[in-house]
């Protein structure tokens, strides 16, 4: 049956934040797979979530006899799976002050879930045991070549490709993997510096030009023409076009047109209007800051490239111009003549002239549309998440403040 998996929200959680205040972050896509994905491939079993309470409806918890915890930030590597799956009872494997995974009985993850110190649980210091952790949204693209290779080393192991069209030019075509009823057509595909992963009925439209890594999941598409740099991925059911180099788009986004994208991470259900393009570097070379969440300030990421983090459901209109380091939230509507500031609130309806609210009824109409359109029940669990991400980031909406009675 495998393991019963339980993956947790740390007190890092909200350094990630616009991307997981609508998901747990073992949710987060980073290389093919979601942080759940990645573990479940690797233990098999199910898996369930430990985060936050308005969460819980959509992401419910399931707590067995025999629970393997998992920091949900951690991807699995090969090490750390071995070590995970040796644990015993009381056993916890931590780096440095972080519990990284632990393997509790039901009782004793009820006195973790107290807040209750849990009783003779034994600790092992991971020092030298390579993984890639998630605590910042940068690391989602700055980390993606690597998650994107093992992800392709266990996805494909072991098993053939589909067949590839002689119609193709094909570099490194041993790096290059086709799933049932994916379509390639006269495309440049050089896998030669990271793997080509296209997934089951995804499609690579006539005159792309791709330089891996490249993952494509079930579903999604590149347009006629497209040019894209790796790492880049594409969750199920997205649409790109255009230039993009080194984004993770989570699931259900489009950028369909032209226009270029760099070193970002686009969150379910966005839209990038046609010919929009965002700055991934500063004129003068300097490394980028962005915007974090728990400190309410712009904060250095030491990276000099870093382009754009976009929560889910937010969408720009044609033309948009986004500076480099540019933070916008969930339920956003970017439009007009300029720059948008560096960080733009959720539920913001404006640009570069000023802002007024989202209101979430209309925000909530918009989310159903677009999810009809993919046969996606928008859910009473989805209105809840709505509404709390409203009341959540009411504070850094200036203009948006309650008049006391």
């Not at 226009?259 to 969150?267: A, Q, R, T």
């Not at 969930?330 to 733009?344: C, L, Y």
């Amino acid at each position: 049956m495998g393991a019963n998996i339980i993956l947790f929200d740390d007190d890092k959680r909200d350094h990630l934040l616009p991307l997981v205040y609508t998901r747990p972050v073992g949710e987060i896509r980073v290389g093919i797979m979601t942080i759940r994905e990645k573990w479940k491939k690797r233990l098999g079993g199910q898996v369930s979530y430990i985060t936050q309470e308005y969460l819980g409806g959509k992401f419910p918890l399931n707590i067995e006899d025999d629970n393997i915890v998992i920091n949900g930030g951690v991807c699995p590597s090969r090490m750390l799976c071995r070590l995970v799956e040796e644990l015993g009872f009381n056993e916890a494997l931590l780096k440095g002050d972080d519990l990284i995974a632990a393997r509790l009985d039901a009782e004793q993850f009820s006195r973790l879930m107290r807040d209750e110190e849990v009783e003779s649980l034994k600790g092992f210091d991971l020092e030298d045991t390579p993984f890639i952790r998630i605590t910042h949204p940068y690391d989602i693209f700055q980390y993606n070549a690597q998650a994107l290779e093992e992800d392709f080393e266990i996805l494909t192991l072991n098993r053939e490709s589909q067949y590839i069209s002689s119609t193709n030019q094909v570099f490194g075509r041993e790096n290059v993997f086709l799933e049932e009823g994916a379509k390639v057509e006269c495309a440049i595909l050089n896998a030669t510096d990271g793997p080509i992963y296209i997934g089951k009925g995804a499609e690579i439209m006539e005159g792309c030009m791709i330089r891996g890594g490249l993952a494509m999941s079930e579903h999604s598409v590149l347009k006629m023409g497209t040019k894209v740099y790796g790492a880049t991925t594409l969750g199920p059911y997205c649409k790109v076009g255009g230039e993009v180099n080194n984004v993770v788009f989570a699931s259900y986004s489009n950028k369909g047109h032209d226009g270029f994208l760099g070193n970002s991470v686009i969150g379910e259900w966005c839209n990038i209007g046609a010919d929009s393009n965002n700055s991934n570097l500063k004129n003068n070379y300097a490394p980028v800051k962005l915007w974090d969440y728990p400190s309410g300030k712009f904060k250095r990421t030491g990276l000099q490239f870093c382009g754009l983090i976009m929560g889910d459901h937010s969408k720009c209109g044609i033309n948009t111009m986004f500076n480099t380091g540019t933070v916008v939230g969930v339920a956003t509507n970017i439009f007009g003549s300029g720059f948008p500031r560096n960080f733009v609130p959720s539920f913001a309806w404006g640009g570069a002239s000023g802002y007024m609210t989202h209101q979430i009824g209309k925000a909530l109409e918009t989310a159903k549309i677009m999810m009809a359109r993919r046969k996606i029940e928008l859910t009473e669990e989805d209105k809840l998440i709505f509404q709390e991400v409203m009341d959540l980031s009411m504070g850094y909406r200036p203009w948006d403040k309650k008049v006391e009675e």
